[in-house]
């Protein structure tokens, strides 16, 4: 079966310090994989997918990057933080939209609280 | 641009009532479409998803909801609300790109 991983599950970082948080997945191959962030008000923000290795589509401007660098492998940086990354960040899984009746809801993690203090 | 909104931010029934949580779209073609729930504390769960073929959606925790094609619309409903239900109720839609809602927060009166 398919598990996700993503840690750490919580994390405090002085303003300016980098970030690294990891999503990895198991037991499925190419699968899309999601980076979001939900604050409370605004629901799910999108903030990268991935359809494949190196291939990052950013969805909203800010001071995070997302990297892709094996298959099942995605990973959310920040070079220096700002207090606004504050937030829940949730990595979540889909199979691949081949054949459109496959089985193609999102899976996730169990998030990240990252406060920047 | 791909949007989805959820009007409603706070909804309050009684229990036993029904309960109808509206979304409508923006995605060109007729996308993917799901609806999640999240309890306080817990992690997102998949309520049901629809496709193609039969508008109408029947999911878990006897929640259904209808796409309406015209009105770009997918709400979701339950003919009556158990106390259980209280929750915050998400709306996705997408392809390879999948966008959420803002969310409609449940409470359920006894």
């Known amino acids: 079966s398919q598990t996700i991983h993503q840690w750490p599950a919580t994390l405090v970082q002085p303003v300016g310090s980098p970030l690294s948080l990891e999503c990895t997945v198991e037991?499925?191959?190419?699968?899309?994989l999601y980076w979001y962030r939900q604050a409370a008000g605004r629901g799910l923000q999108l903030l990268f997918y991935?359809?494949?290795?190196?291939?990052i589509s950013s969805e909203v401007p800010q001071n995070l990057s997302a990297s892709r660098p094996q298959d099942r492998q995605f990973i959310l940086s920040s070079k220096k933080l700002l207090l606004s990354d504050s937030g829940f960040y949730l990595c979540?899984?889909?199979?691949?939209?081949?054949?459109?009746?496959?089985?193609?809801?999102?899976?996730f993690g169990q998030g990240t609280r990252l406060t920047v203090v | 641009a791909q949007s989805v909104t959820q009007p409603d931010i706070h909804i309050t029934v009684s229990e036993g009532a029904s309960l109808e949580l509206r979304c409508n779209y923006s995605?060109?073609?007729?996308?993917?479409l799901f609806w999640y729930v999240q309890s306080p504390g817990q992690g997102l769960q998949l309520l049901l998803k629809y496709f193609s073929g039969d508008t109408l959606v029947q999911g878990i925790k006897g929640f259904e909801a209808e796409f309406k094609r015209s009105q770009s619309s997918f709400n979701l409903r339950k003919p009556s609300v158990h106390w259980s239900d209280a929750a915050e109720y998400f709306c996705?839609?997408?392809?390879?790109?999948?966008?959420f809602g803002a969310g409609t927060r449940l409470a359920v009166h006894p």
């Open positions: 991935s359809v494949g290795i190196g291939q």
């Open positions: 979540a899984w889909r199979n691949r939209d081949r054949v459109r009746r496959s089985n193609t809801e999102a899976f």
């Open positions: 996705a839609v997408g392809y390879n790109k999948l966008i």
């Open positions: 995605y060109g073609a007729t996308p993917y």
């Open positions: 037991g499925t191959s190419n699968p899309n």
